[in-house]
């Protein structure tokens, strides 16, 4: 018998309908063994590592939710030792970035689609594996700037649903107004490409690593993610408003600006701290000194229309 993980976070904006959409719809699916995956109040990391170790090959893995429950299926998938395993992606977040670059399915078309594969990124700090991520890294002003949309009262007003891309934006120029003053990474640090050839980087508020066809749904990507090796590389001072103005203005209307990579390597001149997000979930880092972006080799098996 086919098996069916269903990973969902019951603490979620949107938890009320992706129980009555997709939950409760799959009670009644015929031939196939549902196993539901509940999202722990833990992190990410250890959500995947606890996936991980559920599943096995052949296993069919819907993610319903946000970017955060699809990072969660993504690097479980991605750490698992199963084969073949697939992943479908329905978006109940508040940018569902994972399931726009899937091309935002239903419960219907994940149970009848046809697969793709995809490359995900790979982040290293100081050597070691951190995070499998699909759409984006970044480090820097954006990375913290996604703690703003934890506040309780902004979460609330998220969940309220109506204008969210409207509130979200007004929510993080009034984080911006407030805190781009800070420095947010080193005054200056080395890129490294994979011919080991580098650039100093001089007053560097962000770093971007795209694989995806959005970034908080408005900033436009494409599809590096089918790719086995390129993604988009950038960086900026998005501390500047007209730097900042400039980036966001060619970002939504046109393309993110950057150039194509197949490795990055941020060298810092010391062990420094420094926050960093995958589709929105963020952490920071203590003590890093190196940061690593690359594809992976093993592919994703994604479900598509």
Not at 58 to 77: H, M, P, R, S
Not at 91 to 106: E, I, M, S
Request: with cysteine; aromatic share 10%; proline share 2%.
């Amino acid at each position: 018998m086919k098996r069916l993980f269903i990973v969902y976070n019951p603490r979620s904006s949107h938890y009320a309908l992706v129980k009555t959409d997709i939950i409760d719809k799959l009670r009644d699916l015929k031939g196939v063994m549902v196993g539901k995956f509940e999202v722990a109040a833990t992190d990410v990391d250890d959500n995947a590592r606890r996936l991980a170790k559920v599943l096995a090959s052949g296993d069919l893995v819907i993610a319903a939710g946000g970017d955060g429950t699809a990072t969660i299926a993504i690097n479980g998938i991605m750490l698992s030792r199963a084969q073949n395993v697939k992943l479908g992606v329905i978006g109940y977040g508040n940018f569902n970035d994972v399931a726009r670059t899937f091309g935002d399915l239903k419960l219907k078309d994940i149970l009848k689609g046809s697969v793709k594969r995809v490359y995900p990124l790979e982040c290293k700090i100081n050597g070691k594996h951190w995070r499998f991520g699909m759409c984006y890294f970044t480090l820097g002003m954006f990375a913290e700037a996604c703690a703003c949309f934890d506040v309780p009262k902004t979460r609330k007003t998220l969940r309220k649903g109506g204008r969210k891309t409207i509130f979200s934006l007004m929510t993080l120029v009034k984080w911006w107004l407030k805190n781009h003053r800070r420095k947010f990474l080193p005054e200056s640090f080395q890129l490294a490409d994979s011919s080991e050839e580098s650039v100093e980087c001089k007053k560097v508020s962000d770093y971007m690593a795209v694989n995806g066809r959005t970034v908080a749904k408005i900033m436009k990507g494409s599809d590096w993610c089918l790719s086995e090796s390129e993604f988009l590389s950038a960086t900026g001072r998005m501390t500047k408003f007209w730097k900042l103005f400039k980036f966001m203005t060619r970002s939504v209307f046109r393309r993110i600006p950057g150039a194509t990579s197949d490795y990055d390597c941020l060298v810092f001149p010391e062990a420094t701290k420094v926050m960093i997000q995958a589709e929105g979930e963020y952490k920071q880092m203590e003590g890093v000194r190196t940061v690593e972006i690359s594809k992976v080799g093993k592919p994703l098996l994604v479900v598509t229309k």
